[in-house]
């Protein structure tokens, strides 16, 4: 183009070269302008000084100036604000990533270097509409990806994203540091200086005076005209040749788009496929894939409702969900070819039910008395089923209150379903041991269970847990079987508790049926209305088919969990909503790895809903009716750096008021949790208005934190905590330590299983902890002796046994074990203090004694004493509650030399009396090292 602007004007040319390259061409700019054309960064400024462009020069300068001084003190103070407090971006661009992150979620990640640097990536396909996904190909070692919005922005998209959570990096590593607040803040580090009266400058001397030229004043009447220099894209409407066909009229819109966008490529991209969508349609010619659209979305019916006397039906075209009249139990769900996807073959009691373990294992089933329409439109159904206590029946009947809801919603292939229970001061007392929702599919088709990306599988059936097709083990949850009626079972052991996952892993889970390529789901949006918090573990889907919401139990916790409600004690929650999804394959090829990656999308866009608005429930507050909790949380641990430390990935949660670490146990109220950024900000959104302790712990560090201070969210509030420093347990330095402080005994040796106790689902990777009778291991592997830990020497990831189990002697008898801790010691001070910091993941009817360089003493220096209920270990569970003791041992208890720390589990009546350890640490006095 510059040769031919030579060859026709070569003053032209002389002059355009004596202008450097790098400041009007995007191929010499070094990347200065981040690929934005030098006119549109133009425009940018021109829209900023908008208004004083017909000014005199004078006059342009100085608002000019006085607009930019301004605009830099108001934005300078409010990204160095917002700098101070922590943040990392700007929030207008954080919700831009967090917008991005959301919808990386669900994204099928195909790792493809063993760098783990170059990725395909592939979006979600979506039988139900009909969508086709389309892969990318992504290399985050340069920043690119085949859809060209990494490259563009220079900041990570969302198949970037999905590949960094694959390969567990941190996307906000790949974000252009000029998206970060330090380098906006580097922008307003100058500040324009105030200018004072002209008087007062310099020199006092003497201008001339500008006068306006009157022969290019404006006119005074009229349009003004514009002063602007035209292109193309200025061409009046009324010059371009109007066509009255439908295809001409596009063809003229879609020119004057692209001429207005001439160097916006994505948008003249995304106009032409549009165009050629629309012409197809004007012709007749719909493509297949709109064809199958379509058709998809026709049966977008309105949401029809039927009452009879003892039933009532709710239609939306997609499922047909029928509810016994008055008792409120699910007996129907129709979807697709498959007339009822729940057992029919079972009572109605027996098929879709809530229920309530109470007062010395009652059983009850929340049976109502009434239903009543909260809202009917062509959007939307909502029932609740209802019944009050009646103090009439005080010794027969749980003292609740029961509100059972169920919305259909248009277009939704699948029911919500929440619970609203109460309590009123005068209801007597009563223990509420487990509330749950419980679904019994039809077996004859559904044989596919999948709880998480690793744990699927075909499942045996409800006959092959009988005696004459399988063993009873050591409980009778757990069977080997021996007579399946799927061949290739046979050998395997199935235990529902196998298939146990924590509160925030236990979102998505359900139930594949092959012949019909359906599948069921149970999908959990949040987790507020859990107890326990995020880690407590609890039952998914088993055999039956069966699957489970739980909303509260024992589990992993016994009945150290707080669920005696007390007379005088006025209560009420709501439980869920959850949302029963239902989805189909179009062909049968692959549909398995179709439902579940359908699931798992679906399970994205309701965890962006929540909470849900939809509901028509005082008791459940919308997202403006709720609260918000942010600040930033530190580390301040002096005797391992001076300097504070940055509370990365913590885990921090808002729970009923307690002392720390009680929301453990906290089995009646809202908990509200969230993880921390890489520098330790947190967010805690959609809080429930109430009143709440702020609660934490932190991965590598012990104990719990607590904040002094009792929150108060009201509705809409947003409260802004600032920073918290958590101050661990330590009273010395670190002497020598066991394990990593993370809550669980995973980083302990866990031993292979019994070849001929193996269930194939869990025998690889982190799930390995799942396998049957890894307790009886232990008398195996330690045949000589108990174990003896050598510090300096042994490995916590192969010499130390995940738990403290007893040890069989045969004759189903078990006698206690001790184990040693042995370590040198080249300095003691006799009169310091030091400490043992004893951390357990997990105790079930188990005692610990403690004693130092000496077995044979009667008396241990300490005791945990009885301790625990959690069954971790026949219950397959890596941890149960945590526990922390500081043991201070007075110096003239050690040795200088060589010394022994005897571990001892006395009690051994079952081999299931044990615990299993998280971290043990011994620190020394504070004037060891002076």
């Given amino acids: 183009m510059l040769h031919e602007l030579n060859e026709r004007n070569s003053d032209g040319y002389n002059y355009i070269a004596g202008i450097p390259k790098e400041k009007w061409t995007n191929a010499y700019d070094g990347g200065f302008r981040y690929g934005h054309m030098t006119t549109n960064l133009a425009e940018a400024i021109n829209s900023s000084l908008k208004g004083i462009r017909n000014l005199p020069i004078s006059a342009i300068v100085k608002a000019t100036y006085f607009h930019l001084g301004k605009l830099f003190a108001t934005l300078g103070k409010e990204s160095f604000t917002l700098k101070d407090v922590g943040h990392i971006f700007h929030p207008r661009i954080q919700n831009e990533i967090q917008a991005i992150v959301v919808k990386s979620n669900g994204l099928y990640v195909l790792p493809m270097s063993r760098s783990d640097t170059i990725f395909r990536v592939s979006e979600i396909p979506r039988p139900l509409q009909g969508y086709d996904p389309t892969s990318y190909r992504v290399n985050l070692e340069d920043k690119w990806c085949d859809c060209g919005y990494f490259q563009a922005l220079k900041s990570p998209c969302q198949h970037a994203i999905a590949a960094c959570s694959n390969s ?5 590593n790949l974000v252009d540091p000029v998206y970060f607040l330090h380098s906006v803040c580097k922008v307003y580090e100058m500040e324009f200086p105030a200018i004072g009266s002209e008087t007062e400058w310099h020199g006092n001397q003497t201008w001339p005076t500008i006068l306006p030229d009157p022969e290019i004043r404006r006119n005074k009447s009229g349009r003004p005209t514009s002063t602007r220099i035209h292109n193309a894209m200025d061409m009046p409407q009324r010059e371009r040749t109007v066509q009255s066909q439908v295809h001409g009229e596009f063809q003229f819109v879609a020119l004057d788009i692209m001429e207005k966008v001439a160097n916006r490529r994505q948008l003249v991209l995304w106009v032409m496929i549009e165009l050629s969508l629309f012409l197809s349609a004007c012709s007749g010619e719909v493509p297949a894939r709109c064809r199958k659209l379509l058709k998809e979305t026709s049966s977008n019916t309105r949401v029809r409702l039927q009452i009879s006397n003892h039933h009532v039906v709710i239609d939306n075209g997609l499922v047909k969900v029928t509810i016994e009249n008055p008792t409120g139990h699910l007996v129907g769900v129709k979807y697709k070819g498959v007339e009822n996807v729940l057992e029919n073959r079972n009572a109605n009691r027996n098929r879709g039910y809530w229920d309530i373990v109470w007062d010395e294992d009652a059983y009850d089933k929340l049976e109502t008395k009434h239903v009543e329409v909260i809202t009917q439109t062509d959007d939307l159904v909502e029932l609740s089923f209802t019944k009050k206590w009646n103090s009439r029946n005080h010794d027969k009947t749980l003292p609740l209150n029961i509100q059972k809801r169920f919305i259909v919603r248009r277009g939704i292939p699948g029911l919500y379903m929440y619970g609203i229970f109460e309590r009123e001061e005068d209801f007597p007392e009563a223990q509420m041991y487990q509330i749950r929702i419980a679904f019994k599919l039809k077996e004859s088709r559904f044989r596919f ?65 092959d012949d019909d390529a359906v599948g069921f789901w149970i999908i959990t949006p949040s987790n507020e209305f859990r107890t326990g918090g995020l880690h407590k573990q609890d039952l998914t889907s088993h055999v039956g088919p069966t699957t489970l919401s739980m909303f509260v139990s024992t589990h992993y916790t016994g009945t150290e969990i707080d669920t005696l409600y007390k007379q005088g004690e006025a209560w009420k929650k709501v439980f869920g909503p959850v949302l029963i999804y239902l989805n189909s394959a179009s062909s049968k090829q692959d549909h398995r790895k179709i439902l579940w990656n359908d699931a798992k999308r679906q399970l994205s866009e309701e965890i962006e809903s929540w909470p849900y608005n939809f509901t028509r429930s005082e008791d459940f507050p919308h997202s403006e009716q709720r609260g918000q909790v942010n600040g930033q949380l530190l580390v301040q641990d002096r005797y391992m750096v001076k300097e504070l430390m940055q509370a990365k990935s913590a885990f921090v949660g808002l729970a009923a008021p307690g002392d720390a670490g009680s929301w453990q146990t906290e089995g009646k109220g809202y908990q509200f949790w969230t993880q921390t950024d890489n520098i330790g900000r947190f967010s805690i959104k959609n809080v429930r208005p109430g009143e709440y302790n702020l609660y934490a712990w932190v991965h590598g560090f012990i104990g719990n934190y607590k904040l002094d201070l009792n929150i108060t969210i009201q509705p809409g509030n947003k409260m802004e905590l600032g920073t918290l420093i958590y101050d661990p347990p330590r009273n010395g330095p670190t002497l020598w330590e066991i394990g990593v402080p993370d809550r669980t005994a995973a980083e302990f040796f866990i031993p292979e299983p019994y070849p001929r106790f193996m269930n194939s689902i869990t025998k690889d990777g982190s799930d390995k902890f799942r396998q049957y009778g890894l307790w009886e291991r232990y008398s195996d592997i330690y045949r000589e002796g108990d174990l003896v830990y050598t510090v300096g020497t042994s490995n916590y990831s192969r010499d130390w046994f995940f738990a403290h189990v007893p040890r069989n002697i045969g004759n189903s008898t078990n006698r206690a074990t001790t184990w040693q801790i042995k370590y040198n010691l080249q300095k003691v001070n006799e009169n310091g203090t030091y400490t043992l910091q004893l951390a357990l993941a997990a105790a079930s009817y188990a005692e610990v004694q403690v004693r130092f360089n000496n077995l044979d003493t009667d008396q241990p220096y300490f005791t945990t004493k009885r301790i625990g209920y959690d069954n971790a270990v026949p219950r397959h569970g890596i941890h149960g509650l945590y526990r922390l003791y500081s043991i201070n041992v007075p110096g003239y208890r050690f040795r200088r030399g060589d010394n022994t720390i005897y571990l001892t589990q006395t009690r051994s009546r079952s081999s299931f009396e044990a615990v299993m350890y998280d971290y043990i640490r011994l620190e020394g006095p504070n004037s060891l090292f002076n």
């Avoid at 567990?168 to 906000?172: A, E, F, L, N, Q």
């Avoid at 097709?469 to 290739?488: G, I, M, Q, W, Y």
């Fill in 168 to 172: 567990r990096r941190d996307y906000k």
């Fill in 449 to 513: 269970m999948a709880v998480s990306d690793t744990i699927q599988r075909i499942m045996p059936r409800s006959e092959d847990r009988e005696k004459r097709r399988s063993l009873t083990l050591d409980f009778k949850e757990a069977v080997l079987l021996t007579n399946p009626s799927n061949p290739s079972l046979k050998g395997d052991v199935d235990d529902k508790y196998q298939y146990s996952t924590e509160n925030h892993e236990n979102k998505l889970h359900g139930w594949i049926s």
